[in-house]
């Protein structure tokens, strides 16, 4: 993964709050599931979930359970650690 790429998606996560919401619970734990990031951040399970399926399409993020229809748990990439980095300390 280029700079360039890394760039790219830092500038399409901070986009959307979710997503960016999304990336700031990931930097705190090391798995994540949609209802507890909904809890934290106060925003719906839907919303969440909706954010989860955009990072994991964008291969910032990997499902662990994929078997499970719900109570999935995420935990980042590499392509996702990258990003985080470019994130931490800018906006958490």
């Given at each position: 993964m280029?700079?360039?790429?890394?760039?790219?998606?830092?500038?399409?996560v901070i986009s959307v709050d979710r997503r960016l919401i999304?990336?700031?619970s990931m930097?705190?734990?090391t798995s994540v599931r949609a209802s507890d990031i909904a809890h934290e951040?106060?925003?719906?399970t839907q919303?969440?979930?909706h954010a989860l399926k955009e990072l994991e399409n964008k291969g910032?993020?990997?499902?662990?359970?994929p078997e499970k229809a719900t109570w999935k748990k995420y935990v980042l990439t590499d392509?996702?650690?990258?990003?985080?980095?470019?994130?931490?300390?800018?906006y958490f």
């Open positions: 280029t700079e360039n790429s890394i760039d790219e998606l830092v500038n399409w999304l990336m700031g930097k705190k734990h951040a106060s925003r719906s919303n969440i979930s910032l993020i990997q499902c662990l359970t392509s996702g650690k990258k990003v985080l980095e470019k994130l931490d300390g800018i």
